[in-house]
């Protein structure tokens, strides 16, 4: 399977439709019937999809309209978790963290529903499917049961390991672990890098880690550690400083995060070209996918689909610029 060179992709999260928001609302207050919500989700994964599509992104999601938090929507999943009430996060901002109070088993499909519906809508051949990591998982649980961090991190990739085997049996081709608190604790890194291991072992589909908020310098170390063929990593919000340590990546694609998520100022066609020509002085264009630095959900919406938008007209500019030396298109590489 042939792409487009420098392929354009999401990262997961994408702003809510705000009667979305609303239906939430009512769906939590239990003035919404179950079948209710679930039509209104469905409509929305729709909608952004058509969104993504517009804009030109090759590879997209749904902006996990379905999802309200990225550990709660997964932890609600499996069997041994239970909930004591929402935590705050940072400001205003809750969730409600799980316990691990039994041994955790696999319960019920985590998203291949989800998957389903997605391939059954959208034009594009492949799509992206964001699953957080077991280190995340585990790092933003209460460990109730287990003796140790290591052996519920441990359990909860081998949970993951069936979801994506289900997956791949569904046809699924590129899954994205998210990994935001990989290297919260520098001396657990190795556990975490195992973790994800035992998580992919035996799928045969593309895998991409996205790991944000991070000291890069000390995850470079492991890049040939860890089983996946893509890392997506955040530059934008750097300002595309100190890159050094992609000289590391000795055979992987780097997913590049080329528009900041946390700033509402939309970036430029020629600022996001400028970028990637920045970063093919450490990776030549055929590793190279472009994608935001990080989920868009924080954002506006309108200011979200242009920062894509932007984000695709900045890779056509290079594109061109490629093309004239005879680089026009890329396989699509399920290993590393």
């Known amino acids: 399977m042939e792409l487009p060179i420098l392929p354009t992709s999401i990262i997961g999260s994408y702003p809510k439709p705000r009667w979305l928001l609303r239906m939430y609302s009512l769906y939590e207050l239990g003035r919404l019937p179950k079948e209710d919500f679930e039509e209104a989700v469905k409509d929305a994964s729709v909608s952004v999809l058509r969104e993504h599509e517009r804009a030109g992104i090759d590879i997209p999601w749904d902006g996990e309209m379905g999802r309200s938090e990225m550990t709660e929507y997964f932890t609600a999943k499996i069997s041994g978790f239970r909930f004591y009430g929402p935590v705050r996060v940072w400001g205003n901002a809750y969730f409600n963290k799980a316990a691990a109070v039994s041994k955790l088993e696999y319960r019920e499909p985590l998203v291949l529903e989800e998957f389903g519906w997605v391939k059954a809508n959208t034009t594009r051949e492949i799509v992206k499917v964001p699953i957080t990591g077991p280190y995340t998982i585990a790092e933003w649980s209460f460990n109730e049961y287990y003796p140790s961090k ?95 340590y992609l000289k590391k990546l000795t055979h992987q694609e780097l997913g590049f995060g080329a528009v900041d998520v946390h700033n509402p100022r939309v970036e430029s066609p020629e600022e996001v070209a400028k970028a990637i020509r920045k970063v093919m002085e450490y990776i030549e264009p055929e590793r190279l996918y472009v994608n935001p630095d990080c989920g868009l959900k924080l954002l506006d919406r309108r200011i979200a689909y242009q920062k894509l938008v932007n984000l695709v007209k900045g890779v056509q500019i290079v594109r061109r610029e490629l093309a004239r030396s005879g680089k026009e298109t890329v396989p699509f590489r399920r290993s590393v």
């Open 150 to 244: 290591e052996e519920l991190a441990f359990d909860l990739a081998k949970i993951l390991n069936r979801e994506f085997k289900a997956l791949e049996r569904e046809g699924a081709s590129f899954i994205q672990i998210d990994e935001p608190a990989m290297l919260n604790h520098p001396d657990e890194v190795p556990m975490a890098v195992e973790a994800i291991n035992r998580a992919v072992k035996g799928v045969k589909v593309k895998f991409g880690l996205h790991v944000c908020y991070s000291n890069y310098h000390l995850f470079a170390d492991y890049f040939d550690d860890i089983k996946v063929s893509q890392f997506a990593l955040e530059f934008a919000n750097r300002n595309f400083r100190d890159m050094d």
